[in-house]
């Protein structure tokens, strides 16, 4: 694949599944509306109290970021992969003291 296809494909893999890496989600009490229809209200309707009016919440999967893992949480694991597979070098490896050849 071309190098623009697998940048969004693996942008695709790291969004969250239920906002689509948006952060937010519909309220479910106004229907995105920002109110509720109440009769007894002077002006016909009142302002929901689930979303403060705005229509959305947040995304409680990935807490409103739009991410499937935290951006610290996918660090760590990245810090993890590379010290394993690149290995690190303690510092009695070189006994002498010499530096490695390639740095």
Known sequence: PTPLLRFLQSKLAKECPYCRGIGKLPCGSC?????????????????????????????VNCAGEGRLIPVEYERALREQ?????????????YVDGSEPPFL
Do not use: A, N, Q
């Open 81 to 93: 992969y590379e010290e394993y597979y690149y290995g690190r070098f303690s510092d009695d490896y």
């Open 31 to 59: 229907s995105t509306l920002g109110y509720v229809p109440m009769e007894t209200s002077p002006l016909g309707k009142v302002g929901c109290t689930g979303c403060d009016e705005s229509g959305y919440i947040s995304c």
